[in-house]
């Protein structure tokens, strides 16, 4: 048995390929879920395989993503342009969740829109210098109910990712 054919003919495989589809940015979890479901994984399996996938990029990116910008500035001059733009969109979607600080960055995380969710959320908390043991928390309380809001809208067939 080759590597697809167990990522795509077991349980164990199924629920470690709609993990890792969930880490991509974009995707998340709201490719994620109905990813899991498509490839004939259970809801109950769906929705905790997505999440975690979902959420082991966060502490990175809120710990790292400064210094690594920072680096990429130094080290990689033809991506400025691209930072710029990672950060631009930071500053921008911070501008939302500032005001309402842990609060903000929960329900930021939790609309499962294009443009929302653990990544920026997480690239958002570090730009605005939350600390990981705050932001944490309200990334993954974000993904969960966004996971439950994709997982309700997968199982009536609705998938805003699309």
Partial sequence: MDL???????????CL????????????????IPFGVALGLPYW???????????IPAPFIIVYIRRIFAWMRRHLPRLNSMVDKLEEKAHLKGQKVRRYQYLGLWIFVAIPLPGTGAWTGSLVAAF???RLKQALPAVVLGVMTAGGIMTALTHVGINLFA
């Fill in 4 to 14: 697809f054919q167990w990522l795509t003919d077991t349980t164990e495989g199924k």
């Fill in 17 to 32: 390929f709609t993990t890792l589809v969930s880490m991509i940015p974009i995707i998340e979890l709201r490719g994620g």
């Fill in 45 to 55: 399996l769906a929705f905790p395989a997505a999440v975690i996938g979902n959420v």
């Fill in 128 to 130: 605005l210098n939350m």
